[in-house]
């Protein structure tokens, strides 16, 4: 048995704990054919997807989604991870499924606040000024600033009561009218 979660495509379903026995579990969680998506900086962990989620048309899973790319930077934007998805510890050396590690598992499934931190182009990393309710809003801010703020050249994400040792990110003055 390998102790993993679920995480539902649905976002208003929350991660559930699974056990995982065999071949059929992961199969009867993801709806179909099991394709693997392994995170190595996080965990690690493995991430099974239904490996046929485009032609059956499933629904994004914007969670597991922007997990994937805030861990994987090379796939962001790429692709999206569709369905319902399991997740489990990263095969050992013999290739066997293992746990998911404890902090994974109390890191996605425990309403713990996060900040996201920022690294700008000074080379300093910088907390953001809110506080979100959870790992999952977190990281998907996380994702959205980088895409839609171009001084951002990283993004982290750290728990609340941690990030207060980082400095407070600097907020750009706005042009007042009529200045160049």
């Known amino acids: 048995m390998v ?3 679920l995480i539902p495509a649905d976002g208003r379903d929350p991660v559930e704990h699974r056990d995982y026995h065999q071949l059929n579990d992961y199969q009867q969680a993801v709806g ?3 394709e693997a998506v392994d995170i190595p900086s996080f965990g690690p962990v ?9 032609a059956e048309r499933l629904e994004p899973n914007l969670r597991a989604t922007f997990l994937w790319w805030f ?16 997740v489990v510890g990263y095969p050992n050396h013999e290739g066997d499924t ?26 300093i990393w910088y907390r953001g000024r809110n506080v979100n309710r959870d790992y999952w809003e977190a990281i998907q801010w996380a994702m959205i600033k980088l895409s839609r703020e171009p001084e951002i050249q990283d993004v982290g994400v750290v728990p609340a009561d941690k990030a207060e040792r980082l400095p407070l990110r600097p907020i750009t003055p706005l ?6």
């Open 46 to 54: 493995t991430i099974y997807v239904n490996e046929n989620g485009i």
């Open 71 to 86: 861990h994987v930077p090379h796939v962001r934007d790429r692709s999206a991870l569709l369905g319902d998805v399991a």
């Open 32 to 34: 179909g054919w099991i």
């Open 3 to 5: 102790k993993g979660l």
């Open 98 to 123: 293992t746990d998911t590690p404890e902090e994974v598992l109390d890191l996605l499934t425990e309403p713990t606040p996060h900040v996201v931190s920022v690294l700008l182009e000074d080379g």
């Open 175 to 180: 042009p007042t009218i009529g200045s160049k």
